[in-house]
Structures are given as structure tokens and as C-alpha cells.
């Protein structure tokens, strides 16, 4: 028995299916869509372009009391590249596969990150708007653009602008990732992505003397000290229940993930140097954590350099007497779900709302899916997706109808 498809899932599947895609993602079509979807709601709408070519679509839904300060749901519009030849089907084409129990898969890059977000703060705008309810609060929906790349010319400018500071955003709702089981886990906070490279200068000469003093001497220490720390962090986190996905914010990871250095077999290496990849738990003190990389690199005579660093969380610690975090916990128990808090083990736009100094939580309320976020054959679960819908507009209305 094949169901026909809902309207919901059609508009879903049209925002799948525009290419905004990495390296050339097709923001200029994709704006056009969200401007498209907000006149249809009757939604207000605003574009910005800080950079050239990467566009904020911003969306409103107006609230009765526009001087206190307003809700944002945030979702980034780009996705990233695939292998298109290990795809059953057209990354872009949003197929709908009916599977065996009658419900049905809806197959694309960026279904699950995050695309469905998106659409399911488009379709519960759209809900609120045919119900004529109004609440207290603006109610903001933000579409921002290369989430993926690091939001360089993304959330990190736009989140330090008088366009974002306007907005007057009182409280966030921003990424999460579909549930692989029964909870619903939801991020109060996240690592911090962490590239460094350590490099060492020292004597060089003929490979067949001791030298002394060389750069490979020097370097050594660090990589031998950072894979201990690799060594502890994963013990703990096995300690904490396996090595799970979702566990994993609650430790920091260590990767040395490029080495360099040396011309030939027979020269001792004037430098050498180590890049690693680390993500700093937020159990840690940030500042502290890099200056104990700097200490490391100053120890042992290297210098080093921090491909990106993050400025600290200036938001608050969301406590379980939060207003926003109580309407969170309720519009869950009254969907059946079962909210988990995590630590997210990657990074994501949110991250530049607390550096705002706005508390933002990251959720995603459908259950029981595969995680294949940036894999092969992305997919979501079309019940899970309908379900979601009636969450957020309820979400919406409680959040927005927070008082003072
Ligand atoms: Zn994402």
C-alpha cells in the first residue's frame, strides 16, 4: 500500500534537492526557497550578507511583546560533498523509499544534518500561522550558511553583528543529531575544536653521527606526552560507557594527525613537526587547557601554532530551573520523549551563540535512526519526521510564551 505523500514531506524533499553542496553550494537558490516558504507562512523575512555570496536568511514570526527579548531556532542551510558512487541513489533527488512496515525513507545529503531541522521549523511557523495563535515573544529562525567549513564567513561573523545584536535573542535552539535509540539527547554545551601544530628546529648534519640537539629530540616529548593524555582520556571514557558517540563530549580526544618533515634518509631533519587534532571537553577550562599546550611547546624549546582557536563560553550553565530548559523538558514529556543530556562531541553554530553570552541548546527530537550524518546514503525516517513537527510547534509556543 503505497501512502500518497504529505504536503510536509514534499516541501521537505524540494529543500533537500537544491545543491548546497561543498565546495559550490547553490546558496543563491537556496535563499530564494526560504524567501519563497516565508511569504507562503507569512513569516517577515531579511537577508544578510556580511560576505559576498553567503547569505543569513532570517525568517519572524512576530510575538505581542517585541521588547522582550526574542527565541532563536537556528539550522545551517550547507551540506557536505559525497561519493556519489556509493549512493544507491541520487544524493540530490530526496527519494522516497517505501519500506517494509508502510513508512517510508526520504534519502539525501543533509537529510539528517541538517536540513531536517530546518524544514521542521518551517512546518511548525507554518502550523502557528494557520492556527492564528500569537505569543509573547519574536520568534527568529536563522539559515545560516557554512556550518560545515568551519562558519569562518557563517555564524562566527554574523553572531559578532549589529544585524545578530538586533535580533535581541534571549534564548537558543540549535543543532542536534537524530537519536540512534529511544532518548532524545539534547547539548548544553561542546567541545572545542583544537588544531595545533608543534614544530621543532634543531642541529643537523650527517645521519650517520650523534648529533645533538635535534629537532626530532625536541618534538618527541610532546607527541609521547600528548598520547598519553590520547591514552588516559580513552580509558576514562571507557570507563564512562564504551566508546558511544554520545559519550565521547565528556572526554577530550587526541589525534596527531599529520608528521613533517626530513629531505632524505641520510640528513638529520633541521625541523620537524607535529599537527594534532584535539577536542577539548567543556569539563575542562578552556584557557587553561591552551596555555597548557603553550607551556608544552615553550618546555621543550617548539614553537607552536593554533590553526583555530575558540574565545571561551560567556553564557551561563543552563540549570534544570532554567525557564526555557523546564518548557524544553515538558513539550518532551508531553512527545513521549525522553530527554538525556550530553556533552556534543563535535562542534557546532551554537557555540558562537554562547560566545554571544545567549544560553542555547542543541536537540533534535527524532528517534530510533541510523547515524549517518556526512556518510554514505544519508537518510531520515518520514514518521519521525511528521511526529516532529507537532513537538516544535508546541516547543515554539512554550519558549516564546516565556515570561519577562
Ligand atoms: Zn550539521
Same mark, same amino acid.
Given at each position: 500500500m503505497t501512502i500518497s505523500e504529505p504536503a510536509s514531506v514534499t516541501r521537505f524533499r524540494d529543500y533537500v534537492k537544491?545543491?548546497?553542496? +561543498?565546495?559550490?553550494?547553490?546558496y543563491a537558490k537556496c535563499t530564494e526557497f526560504l524567501i519563497a516558504q516565508a511569504e507562503e507562512i507569512g513569516l517577515g523575512h531579511q537577508v544578510v550578507e556580511l560576505? =559576498?555570496?553567503k547569505p543569513v536568511v532570517i525568517l519572524k514570526l512576530e510575538g505581542? @511583546?517585541? !521588547?522582550l527579548p526574542a527565541i532563536l531556532l537556528n539550522s545551517h542551510t550547507d551540506v557536505v560533498p559525497v561519493y556519489?558512487? =556509493?549512493? @544507491?541513489?541520487?544524493?540530490? %533527488?530526496a527519494t522516497r523509499v517505501e519500506v517494509e512496515n508502510g513508512d517510508h525513507r526520504i534519502y539525501g545529503r543533509g537529510t539528517q544534518d541538517m536540513k531536517v531541522t530546518g524544514s521542521l521549523y518551517l512546518e511548525a511557523f507554518r502550523q502557528i500561522k494557520a492556527s492564528g495563535k500569537k505569543f509573547l515573544r519574536n520568534v527568529y529562525s536563522t539559515f545560516v550558511p557554512d556550518e560545515e567549513i568551519? !562558519?569562518?564567513?557563517?555564524m562566527m561573523p554574523f553572531s559578532k553583528s549589529q544585524e545578530f545584536k538586533d535580533l535581541n535573542i534571549g534564548f537558543g535552539i540549535d543543532e542536534g543529531g537524530p537519536s540512534i535509540n529511544e532518548n532524545t539527547y539534547y547539548f548544553t554545551s561542546e567541545r572545542t575544536t583544537c588544531p595545533v601544530t608543534f614544530t621543532a628546529h634543531g642541529n643537523t648534519g650527517h645521519g650517520s653521527q650523534f648529533i645533538e640537539g635535534t629537532a626530532i629530540e625536541k618534538l618527541l616529548p610532546i607527541i609521547n606526552e600528548l598520547m598519553l593524555l590520547r591514552e588516559t582520556q580513552l580509558s576514562k571514557l571507557k570507563k564512562i560507557g564504551g566508546i558511544m558517540l554520545f559519550n565521547q563530549g565528556q572526554v577530550t580526544s587526541v589525534n596527531l594527525t599529520m608528521l613533517e618533515g626530513g629531505k632524505q634518509p641520510n640528513v638529520v631533519p633541521a625541523t620537524f613537526s607535529a599537527t594534532f587534532d584535539i577536542r577539548i571537553t567543556p569539563l575542562l577550562d578552556l584557557a587553561e587547557f591552551y596555555k597548557y599546550l603553550e607551556d608544552l611547546a615553550e618546555k621543550n624549546e617548539c614553537d607552536i601554532e593554533f590553526h583555530y582557536r575558540d574565545e571561551p563560553n560567556k553564557s551561563l550553565k543552563i540549570t534544570e530551573t532554567n525557564p526555557f530548559m523546564v518548557e524544553i523538558k515538558s513539550a518532551c514529556s508531553k512527545h513521549g520523549l525522553n530527554p538525556v543530556e550530553m556533552v556534543m562531541p563535535a562542534a557546532t553554530d551554537a557555540r558562537f551563540v554562547r560566545q554571544a553570552g545567549i544560553q542555547a541548546v542543541g536537540i533534535n527530537p527524532?528517534?530510533? +535512526? =541510523?547515524?549517518? %550524518? +556526512? @556518510? +554514505?546514503n544519508e537518510y531520515i525516517i518520514e514518521s519521525e519526521y511528521i511526529k516532529s513537527i507537532p513537538f516544535y510547534t508546541d516547543l515554539i509556543e512554550r519558549l516564546a510564551s516565556v515570561p519577562n
Open positions: 537544491i545543491e548546497t553542496v +561543498h565546495p559550490t553550494p547553490d560576505v =559576498k555570496g505581542s @511583546d517585541p !521588547s556519489r558512487e =556509493k549512493w @544507491d541513489y541520487d544524493p540530490f %533527488a568551519y !562558519s569562518i564567513e557563517g527524532m528517534i530510533n +535512526h =541510523k547515524l549517518l %550524518a +556526512h @556518510d +554514505h
